[in-house]
């Protein structure tokens, strides 16, 4: 059976009291579920003071973009490498954010999950439709093809080392949630999209919900036989949220 994955992504939020007073609250609360494991992803400045904070805890650590360089004269960017060296297990890779603001195609997002991967680095993958490609039906196809863009980089097996999430642009930090049921549907197409390569990768894959997620909605989506977990922005700044979210996935047995 999989375990529940539940990721805060603080996105761009914080400071060193807020993400330490943050850190604790949530190593203070976690629940003792086997079950259920615990990501955080702060800004690049707090990694490593979170990663002292939680040694020993339990709670994993993750970063919310890496370069998909390995090293040298690439100003301004963090190598894998880096972000293994101060403690991270994962990283969030094809935000939509970053694919929308900071111009991320899925092959920079496929080249930035091979640099995670070659780091010894989980990378978190994101992918979802926006409003316009939900309306026009094709959600399956935008996630398709974001999938087969680090498919065919990465190859299959690679999902072994890697968590996938999905993500509807509309219910990022909107307030609008996806239902179960539309949640539950794209994920088990992502799930068959990994199966036609490797049933058991598949099989294995933890596959996250995000947009809008909080305590009130968690137990709902967290029910659907292929959704293990959340990607969570809004209610990961706050530690009883967030806290509420990993209690509501505890309590799926
Ligand atoms: P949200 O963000 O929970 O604030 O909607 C989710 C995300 O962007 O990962």
New binding site residues.
């Given amino acids: 059976m999989r375990n529940f994955l539940i990721a805060g992504?603080w996105?761009m939020n914080g400071s060193t009291a807020m993400s330490n007073g943050l850190t604790d609250g949530i190593v203070a609360g976690m629940p003792a579920s086997e079950r259920v494991e615990l990501l955080v992803c702060p800004p690049y400045p707090y990694l490593g003071t979170v990663a002292a904070r939680i040694a020993g805890s339990g709670l994993r650590l993750g970063a919310q973009n890496v370069s998909a360089h390995a090293a040298g004269a690439y100003t301004g960017e963090t190598a894998a490498a880096m972000l293994q060296d101060v403690g991270c297990e994962y990283v969030i890779v094809g935000?939509?954010?970053r694919r929308a603001m900071h111009g991320e195609s899925s092959e920079i997002v496929a080249a930035k999950f091979c640099a995670a991967l070659a780091e010894g680095l989980k990378p978190v993958l994101?992918v979802g439709e926006t409003l316009q490609e939900r309306e026009e039906e094709r959600t399956m196809t935008v996630v398709s093809e974001q999938l087969k863009a680090v498919i065919e980089m990465a190859g299959i097996d690679s999902f072994s080392s890697a968590v996938i999430?999905y993500?509807p642009v509309w219910?990022?930090?909107?307030g609008l949630t996806a239902t179960p049921e539309q949640a539950q549907d794209v994920h088990k197409h992502i799930r068959d999209v990994i199966a036609a390569g490797n049933e058991q990768v598949a099989a294995d894959v933890q596959i996250l919900y995000?947009?809008?997620?909080k305590g009130e909605n968690a137990a709902g989506l967290l029910s659907m036989p292929d959704i293990d977990g959340g990607?969570?922005?809004?209610?990961?700044l706050n530690a009883a949220d967030f806290l509420a979210i990993a209690d509501a996935a505890a309590a799926q047995g």
């Fill in positions: 992504n996105k935000h939509s954010e994101c999430a993500e219910a990022i930090g909107t995000g947009g809008s997620m990607l969570i922005g809004g209610a990961s």
